[in-house]
């Protein structure tokens, strides 16, 4: 069977569609890149704003349109916490919820999954580029939360914190390394948690540590981080030049009034005193957040708080969600709701934030070498090819070179700022 897989939203719903992928290949199928190909077509959904619902409903009507006789499965957050809205889609057969996503390939064709829980067979058999060929990886270690910020519906959607066996995760990243990989990214819904569900407070500082120490993999990045549950000496894992230069600690807010209504277990002071910890022992440290705008409440001296404080962080990129009301949360039923023309000017001085922050840091690079993972070609250029990658804090780098370079590192000159990133030249000390 012919099988298509999308995804919408954050980096876990990618790797799980990587894990799919692979299980799909380890029972027979043959993924396809288009749906327009495909028998069955495999949507994860997700529900992280009202802006993520709408795209989820747009990636099943497309499907359907390019496709009309293909069964569609939806999965993710946005199936499971909306399975009759997204059931009424055209072409949707099928809804698997969060709890049965690991059993997604048995359950649509009844095939019997493999044994292990993360089968790697079909990694070894196709090396070089990766599944949907990429040149990193997503690997999910865990799942789940067990905070509830009045704002977030992932815990409702993906239940409480569980976390997979460090050995396990170890197996998957060997193989992925093997298979040519050049970079893993570890992802969950709460990755500073990661052991805790058996009582280890440094659980993801031991499962880093055993990664380096136990694999081959050439650059080891790590997701979201809430900006908790990270000890002194967390940030002494970056002696090790494989662990890439960024860190995105999602803040939410920057006004400590607005973050005791939204539940974070952070303030002003305790994420100054991370940051500052942080870019001691990193240098050229990359540093992005989440912010939310127009949180209930939210009055224009609190957002004025929160921007003052934005700014003082000095953030590299800023990923900025209007605040959309999720039903069953506690901050849908907050009275003081904001109206939605202040959200969406807040919105915009925000990203005009992100934008003053991306310049700052790119510019701080200028005339400097830094190795590139290259990702794609996109286009040809008079050198011959146009190549896209990113260094390993984060900057979007393009050079013309005569030579595709997909899933190799190479060392480049960055030479000049361009709108989402840099312009690089070979280095010198390359040719
Ligand atoms: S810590 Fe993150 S995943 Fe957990 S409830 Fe808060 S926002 Fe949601």
């Known amino acids: 069977m012919n099988v298509y897989l999308d995804t919408v939203g954050c980096r876990l719903n990618q790797s799980e569609i990587e894990t799919l992928a692979r299980r799909f290949r380890a029972a027979g199928h043959t993924v396809v890149p288009s749906a327009a190909e495909a028998d069955l077509c495999v949507v994860n959904t997700c529900a992280v704003t009202g802006e993520a619902e709408r795209s989820s409903r747009s990636v099943i009507r497309r499907i359907h349109r390019d496709n009309p006789g293909a069964r569609i499965v939806a999965t993710g957050c946005y199936a499971h916490l909306s399975p009759e809205r997204v059931t009424a889609l055209p072409g949707v057969a099928r809804i698997v919820n969060n709890l049965d996503k690991d059993r997604l390939v048995s359950l649509v064709n009844g095939a019997a999954i493999p044994a292990e829980p993360f089968d790697l067979e079909p990694l070894l058999r196709e090396p070089g580029n990766g599944a949907l060929g990429r040149t990193r990886a997503f690997v999910k270690v865990q799942d789940g939360c067990d905070n509830r910020c009045t704002f977030c519906v992932t815990t409702i959607a993906r239940g409480s914190n569980r976390c997979r066996p460090a050995d396990d995760i170890v197996r998957e990243i060997q193989a992925l390394a093997a298979a040519g990989y050049q970079e893993a990214v570890l ?13 280890e407070r440094d659980g993801l500082l031991h499962l880093v540590q055993s990664i380096l120490a136990q694999t081959d993999v050439p650059r080891l990045r790590l997701s979201s981080l809430e900006p908790w549950d990270l000890s002194p000496r967390f940030f002494e894992l970056w002696a090790n030049a494989r662990l890439c230069r960024h860190l995105h600690l999602p803040l939410q807010s920057g006004c400590d009034a607005t973050l005791r209504r939204m539940a974070r277990r952070t303030d002003q002071a305790s994420f100054r005193a991370l940051v500052g910890a942080a870019r001691a022992a990193i240098p050229d440290l990359a540093l992005s957040t989440d912010i939310i705008a127009g949180f209930p409440g939210e009055t224009d001296a609190e957002f004025e708080a929160s921007t003052a404080f934005v700014r003082e962080m000095d953030f590299m990129k800023l990923h900025v969600f209007r605040y959309s009301a999720r039903k069953g ?51 040809a250029s008079e050198a011959g090819f146009r190549n896209t990658g990113l260094t390993d804090n984060y900057i979007r ?35």
């Open 187 to 199: 992802t969950g819904v709460h990755l500073g948690s990661y052991g805790h569900d058996h009582g």
């Open 329 to 379: 949360t506690a901050a849908a039923r907050m009275p003081s709701q904001v109206p939605a023309r202040v959200r969406k000017e807040r919105s915009a001085r925000l990203l005009a934030l992100s934008d003053e922050g991306a310049r700052r840091f790119f510019a701080r690079f200028a005339g400097r070498d830094m190795p590139v993972l290259w990702e794609q070609v996109t286009g």
């Open 397 to 431: 780098v393009e050079m013309d070179a005569p030579a595709a370079l997909t899933n190799t590192i190479t060392r480049v000159r960055l030479v000049e700022v361009t709108g989402q990133g840099m312009r690089a030249v070979i280095a010198p000390a390359a040719w």
